[in-house]
């Protein structure tokens, strides 16, 4: 069974530039997650997805994040215009239903961003 | 907000030594899992957790999730150099689908 997919893996910008992630969950999966890591903290989730619908963005900073799932399927996440303190791993994960501890979440091999 | 704090957030240890790590949420949880990320990589599943007081074992590893659902710890026996990474919990809290992930505990483990 294939995993997560994500692309790019790094990525440098400078500040005030757009940047865009890609990810591709396992076939199958119902449920897609966007995490923020900052080095030395725990994950932070960003938007929670069920198919195509938003579950859960709260902790999303809406003023400069966006992101889409199009077809339930793949998904984007972009930031415009980047901070500095953008400068995180943007991890991807999902599961086969609808997650909320009753699941296994699989996580992507993540997108390393860094903001000069 | 809601928060899962852990503790310690950085062990060194001896092979051979034991290790534990603590998590503590400020809210009831109706389940934990617990991740384990190598440097460089990504959160590997370990186990999840679901009723008050279950405690589960994987070899070397005890995972116990406390009587309120409120804090969880593991614990490992005789440590490995194979056993180096941060250590996340990640619980939900009751009522919603989302996972609220553990500041981590990182291990060194020195051969």
């Known amino acids: 069974e294939a995993g997560v997919a994500q692309s790019p893996r790094y990525k440098i910008i400078e500040k005030r530039q757009s940047v865009a992630f890609w990810c591709n969950p396992i076939s199958g999966h119902a449920t897609l997650y966007w995490y923020q890591q900052i080095l030395g903290q725990g994950p932070k989730l960003l938007i929670q997805f069920q198919n195509n619908g938003v579950v859960d963005d709260s902790q999303l900073p809406k003023d400069r994040f966006s992101a889409e799932r199009l077809k339930g399927v793949d998904s984007t996440l972009k930031i415009q215009p980047a901070k500095l303190e953008d400068s995180a791993v943007y991890l991807c994960?999902?599961?086969?239903?609808?997650?909320?501890?009753?699941?296994?979440?699989?996580f992507g091999p993540g997108t390393r961003l860094l903001v000069l | 907000g809601q928060q899962v704090m852990q503790i310690p957030q950085y062990q060194h240890v001896q092979e051979g030594e034991d290790f534990t790590t603590y998590c503590n949420s400020s809210?009831?949880?109706?389940?934990i899992q617990w991740y384990k990320q190598r440097p460089g990589g990504h959160p590997v599943f370990l186990i999840q957790?679901?009723?008050?007081?279950e405690v589960k074992k994987q070899k070397r590893l005890t995972f116990q999730f406390g009587e309120a659902k409120k804090n969880s710890s593991l614990h490992i026996t005789a440590t490995q150099t194979t056993d180096v990474g941060t250590y996340f919990c990640?619980?939900?809290?009751?009522?919603?689908?989302?996972?609220?992930f553990g500041t981590g505990t990182r291990l060194k483990v020195l051969a």
């Open positions: 990640a619980g939900t809290p009751g009522g919603t689908y989302k996972y609220i």
């Open positions: 957790l679901v009723k008050s007081g």
């Open positions: 809210t009831t949880l109706s389940n």
């Open positions: 994960a999902s599961t086969p239903l609808q997650g909320g501890g009753v699941e296994t979440q699989y």
